[in-house]
């Protein structure tokens, strides 16, 4: 992308979706570890947060915000390393971002399905 409007866009979208992922890996470890320490197994917890509307709503911002940092830093580093540039690397980024998307969505559609 050579606009630089557009960089900037991406640029913010990547800082934004950041702070979106330091609460949720929090929020995520921080319940994890609290439940495994009170003696849940993975099943157990799977059970408790299954059909539970706020996890399922915590997990998809939880892939949207990893499908839009992810492959954005992905992007950055190619063009810093490599000098990568053009459409090929857009749509590189973009199929990472699909994939993502893709994957994180069946691990939330497992989850509470």
């Known amino acids: 992308m ?3 409007r557009g960089e900037t866009l991406l640029w913010l979208a990547q800082r934004a979706s950041a702070a979106v992922l330091a609460i949720c890996v929090v929020v995520h470890l921080g319940t994890m570890i ?3 320490r009170g003696g849940l197994t993975a099943a157990e917890i799977l059970g ?3 059909g539970q509307a706020g996890w399922e709503m915590f997990y998809w911002v939880f892939v949207v915000a990893v499908a839009i940092h ?3 830093g992905l992007r950055t580093i190619a063009r810093e390393l490599s000098g990568w540039r053009g459409p090929t690397l857009e749509a590189a980024t973009a199929l990472a971002a699909f994939l993502l998307a893709l994957f994180g969505s069946r691990a939330v559609t497992g989850l509470v399905g």
């Open 70 to 72: 992810a492959p954005l």
């Open 48 to 50: 408790r947060v299954r």
């Open 34 to 36: 609290h439940a495994v």
């Open 2 to 4: 050579n606009n630089p």
